[in-house]
């Protein structure tokens, strides 16, 4: 594995580190020594910044902060477009934010399955940020659909679909799997089906 570049702050390199190594094979798989090793560090410089592998964890999922990132990138939809062309931008955009952290979302996604006791309370309050969030974008750009919570809960269904997809036919190029997203969202909710 390839070094992360060293940020001028120990403690950021240390989080780079630990999400590279952790997206790849798991927290559980990979002991503090052998992060410190990576690192370029002892096991004691880590322990210093992180009381705990868990609290560790906790730090390296929450500093993405992906949900607010995605606040920031809101883009503003003109009503003109079709309702469905509007929906298909929001997956759009959303799914390429989620592409852009797939690291973490990996990380997130498999202490999340397993367990982890400090994945389980970021994983939630993460859901409980992007839910009101996505639902309050749907409703300002697109206040055609009935029922935007139902249309969010559906659009966290098709992206979590798209990233096992992703994970499991790596092949499959990510623009193709956004494109058969939004499409699934579009039929779903406008029964619009665009062409290829």
Known sequence: M???PVRPNQREHILDVALALWSAHGSAKTS?????RQCGLNVAAIYHYFESKD?????????RRYEARLADEIPELPLDLPAGERLARI?????????????VWR????????????????????????GPGLT??????????????????LMVG??????????????????????RGAATLRAAIFGDVPSP
Do not use: C, K, N
């Open 2 to 4: 390839a070094a992360a």
């Open 55 to 63: 609290a560790l964890l906790a730090a390296v999922i929450d500093e």
């Open 32 to 36: 503090m020594r052998e992060l410190a």
């Open 136 to 153: 309050a974008w749907l409703q300002a750009s697109v206040p055609e659909v009935d029922e935007p919570e139902a249309v969010v809960d």
């Open 91 to 103: 997956y759009g955009t959303v799914w390429t934010g989620a592409m852009a952290e797939e690291e």
């Open 107 to 130: 990380l997130l996604l498999v202490e999340g399955l397993a367990g982890t006791s400090a994945a389980v309370p970021v994983g939630r309050q993460l859901l409980e940020v992007f």
């Open 158 to 179: 098709q992206l979590f679909l798209g990233f096992i997809t992703h994970i499991f036919r790596p092949e499959v190029p990510t623009d193709e799997l956004e494109r």
